[in-house]
T-cell receptor, first 112, second 116 residues
């Protein structure tokens, strides 16, 4: 399984944008890039995913490098509620068990 | 909204007890998963199921079994609880059957189990 590398922790100020990086240099051409986050004392929740093009949804944006070896999750205006552990996960094509392989993630602290 | 519920948020059991953790999803999802989460080890897959009465071992199935008698319900069973099974247990569901690389998983709130 292709691996991802994320910083252990990051800090942000409330209402400022946050860029959470993820390196995945061994990604294959058909792996999807997913982001989940886990708020304190809760189960993980889906944030966004993409394959090659940048993606936007109501929660965040995903910027994918042209060579796909890295990606960045962008929270446009961080709120205190965005303090969580953010996981960058690669999903291989059909034929995989469907399991998610979570790394250590990035703990995001948002300061008021 | 998809809802995945777990029977307990917190559970305390004694070594050797049989423990049942229940998970129910309300979106008619085919796939269901049980993970455990431990500090420094991340989430690890215990068992999963693609259909009623189907089960597949994940990465750490030892000491656990599962049951899926109905599509919406997936139970994790600790036949004889041990202290090293103290952990956060997370249930998840997804669709379609077998998964696709772009499909998302929906997680329950977790059960924090303490085995004394």
């Amino acid at each position: 399984d292709a691996k991802t590398t994320q910083p252990n922790s990051m800090e942000s100020n409330e209402e400022e944008p946050v860029h959470l990086p993820c390196n995945h240099s061994t990604i294959s051409g058909t792996d999807y890039i997913h982001w989940y986050r886990q708020l304190p004392s809760q189960g993980p929740e889906y944030v966004i995913h993409g394959l090659t093009s940048n993606v936007n949804n109501r929660m965040a944006s995903l910027a994918i490098a042209e060579d796909r070896k890295s990606s960045t999750l962008i929270l446009h205006r961080a709120t205190l509620r965005d303090a969580a552990v953010y996981y960058c996960i690669l999903r291989p094509p059909l034929g995989n068990t469907g399991k998610l392989i979570f790394g250590q993630g990035t703990t995001l602290q948002v300061k008021p | 909204d998809v809802k995945v519920t777990q029977s307990s948020r917190y559970l305390v059991k004694r070594t050797g007890e049989k423990v049942f953790l229940e998970c129910v999803q309300d979106m008619d999802h085919e796939n269901m998963f049980w993970y455990r989460q431990d500090p420094g080890l991340g989430l690890r897959l215990i068992y999963f199921s693609y259909d009623v009465k189907m089960k597949e071992k994940g990465d750490i199935p030892e000491g656990y079994s599962v049951s899926r008698e109905k599509k919406e319900r997936f139970s994790l069973i600790l036949e004889s609880a041990s202290t090293n099974q103290t952990s956060m247990y997370l249930c998840a569901s997804s669709s379609p059957r077998g998964g696709r690389p772009q499909e998302t998983q929906y997680f329950g709130p977790g059960t924090r189990l303490l085995v004394l």
